[in-house]
């Protein structure tokens, strides 16, 4: 018998879930460079839930001899108020890109998850605590340049 491989596991759907601004940084990790329409976001005032279906880079896989991509939920729970900048969120042709997710606690355990985009925009959702999520909803797919993406 032999100990289990990263490796192993890189066919596996990925689910995670953040609680504190260390976990976040990992789900920030996963999804760096994802993209979306616009129109793919959505907020449940009511549920105090704002989701996005986004196509995530599989950085977890990097280094395999094809480039992949695979479309995720991304969640964020007990959302009180979302808020966005630099870009018309009604523009059906809009394709958004994510650079980075931050949490800024404030003092009474309630905080503000940043969204950093590509090209000045961001979203912001004020949250009652942090409780984030990322799940892997379809099977890996070639990413259509066959490469990871660049910050050059």
Request: charged share 25%; with cysteine.
């Amino acid at each position: 018998m032999s100990d289990a491989r990263f490796e192993d596991g890189m066919d596996k759907p990925l689910r995670l879930i953040a609680f504190d601004a260390e976990d976040l940084q990992v789900l920030s990790a996963m999804t760096q460079d994802a993209v979306w329409p616009a129109a793919q976001m959505v907020w449940h005032s009511k549920e105090r839930r704002f989701a996005v279906l986004l196509n995530r880079f599989r950085w977890e896989a990097r280094g395999t001899s094809q480039a992949e991509r695979v479309q995720s939920v991304l969640s964020f729970e007990d959302v009180k108020a979302v808020q966005t900048q630099g870009f018309d969120r009604t523009d059906p042709d809009l394709i958004l890109s994510l650079l980075s997710i931050t949490f800024t606690p404030a003092t009474d355990g309630t905080g503000a998850c940043l969204l950093t985009l590509a090209g000045d925009g961001a979203i912001r959702l004020e949250v009652e605590a942090l409780e984030a999520g990322l799940r892997d909803v379809t099977r890996p797919y070639a990413s259509p340049t066959n490469r990871a993406p660049s910050h050059d």
